[in-house]
């Protein structure tokens, strides 16, 4: 028991750590917090954490600082793309997870919907538990997304959404795809999600609203 305690400890980040590495990315020090990722890289932290206990919660972080006038806009912008860089330097981990790739999963960002870590680090997840992961990015275009759904013939298709008034477009969204693909399984999850109750899209039969992590990992298709 202590053993596994023990264990579980090592494997989180440490709060010095945590520090340090949101001063460099306030700092826009991109060398300094590639460096702290390496380093947790080599303590076998999993990219779980990583994605989780660094980049999103130094995200938010990030966020309430220019929420709060603390930083400014570029600042934030550089942070983005300091993470944007590190998320992409973990591609190869998760390239050689190995795992079998039977199940098709495509993610995206509602219309309108600019912010797209999220969704992406939820792609790169997908690819860790041993689907074959499609990311179209930032403000996908309905029509467009179709036309994919059509060629990529995913078994789970993944929206994101961080703003709050893009939830009518997320719900028009879902509406097309189940009109022309009525048993396609949705997930969703983002931001925007803490700011209501669960159940803005409890209309619609087929998806599912993921609240972390564990849940997603224990997908199946
Ligand atoms: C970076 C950022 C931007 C960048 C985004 C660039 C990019 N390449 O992504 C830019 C500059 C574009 C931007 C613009 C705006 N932003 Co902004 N932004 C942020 C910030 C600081 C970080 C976002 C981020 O990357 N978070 C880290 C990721 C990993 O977290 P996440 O998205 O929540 O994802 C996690 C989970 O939610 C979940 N998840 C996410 N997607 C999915 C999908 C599925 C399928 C599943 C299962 C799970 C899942 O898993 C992820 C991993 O843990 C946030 C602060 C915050 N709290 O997030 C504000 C924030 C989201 N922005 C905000 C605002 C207000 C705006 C603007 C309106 C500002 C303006 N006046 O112009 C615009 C709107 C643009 C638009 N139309 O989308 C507000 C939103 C308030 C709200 N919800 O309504 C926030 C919260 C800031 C704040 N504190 O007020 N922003």
């Given at each position: 028991m202590l053993k596994l305690i023990i264990v579980m400890i090592m494997k989180n980040i440490d709060n010095k750590t945590y520090q340090k590495y949101i001063k460099r990315l306030v700092e826009g020090d991109r060398r300094s917090c590639f460096d702290i990722v390496q380093s947790l890289i080599e303590k076998d932290i999993e990219l779980e954490i990583i994605y989780k206990e660094l980049f999103t919660k130094s995200m938010y972080e990030i966020g309430y600082l220019w929420q709060k006038n603390k930083i400014t806009v570029t600042v934030e912008h550089i942070a983005t793309s300091i993470t944007e860089q590190l998320i992409s330097s973990l591609y190869p981990k998760i390239l050689g997870s190995g795992q079998n790739k039977a199940c098709k999963y495509l993610g995206a960002c509602v219309p309108?919907?600019?912010?797209q870590l999220g969704g992406k680090m939820i792609a790169d997840l997908m690819e860790l538990y041993g689907w074959d992961s499609f990311f179209a990015g930032a403000n996908t275009p309905e029509e467009d997304l179709l036309q994919e759904i059509k060629r990529i013939r995913p078994d789970l298709i993944g929206l994101s959404i961080s703003i709050f008034f893009n939830f009518d477009k997320m719900k028009n969204l879902i509406k097309s795809i189940q009109s022309s693909f009525p048993d396609l399984k949705i997930i969703t999850g983002g931001h925007a999600f803490t700011l209501t109750d669960n159940n803005i899209l409890s209309d619609f039969k087929n998806v599912r609203l993921i609240k972390d992590i564990d849940e997603l990992k224990r997908l199946s298709c």
């Open positions: 309108g919907e600019l912010h």
